[in-house]
């Protein structure tokens, strides 16, 4: 497995990515993610299985909403989160976030923390994530679809 950016020769891939309904209540699809944070400093990760299949996705953008918490701080915050619907249960979403860390202090020296907004209801993510590191910062964001809770990850 391997954590990398996105590039073009993935697009096909992520445009037969599969999510569920469920699983569109708390994110968005790959494709949509990409467009809709263009020039936001936004770094579209894919993780790949051994068999170079894109299994998991997520964005890293740089210039967020959630500035006005870190000011102070080079943060980058990892959004629309998701593992292909084909692919879940297999622990890639926990490979992921173990492999985040030491990505991005090879390819993103001078970020600090890593931070997210997950919505309350989802308790699978938020085991996920503190599983991968991420802390709650005990900061909380009312959201479109509820309440968000704030978490971080020191690298």
Known sequence: MKLIEYTTSYYKQLEDYQLSEAQ??????????????????????LLLNDCDEVVTYFGLQQDHEFREYYPN???????????D????????????????PDFMRQNYPEIE?????????????????????????????LGEKGTLIIMELTL
Do not use: W
Not at 73 to 83: D, K, W
Not at 117 to 127: D, G, L, M, R, Y
């Open 113 to 141: 923390t890593v931070i997210l907004a997950v919505n309350e209801k989802n308790q699978a993510a938020q085991k996920l994530y503190k599983y991968g590191g991420f802390v709650d910062s005990g900061r909380r964001v």
């Open 85 to 100: 619907l084909r692919h879940l249960r297999k622990g890639y979403g926990k490979a992921s976030l173990t492999l985040l």
């Open 73 to 83: 701080q080079q943060t980058c915050l990892m959004r629309s989160y998701s593992t």
């Open 24 to 45: 569109l209540h708390f994110t968005g699809r790959p494709l949509e993610n990409i467009y809709k944070q263009q020039g936001k400093r936004n770094h579209p990760m």
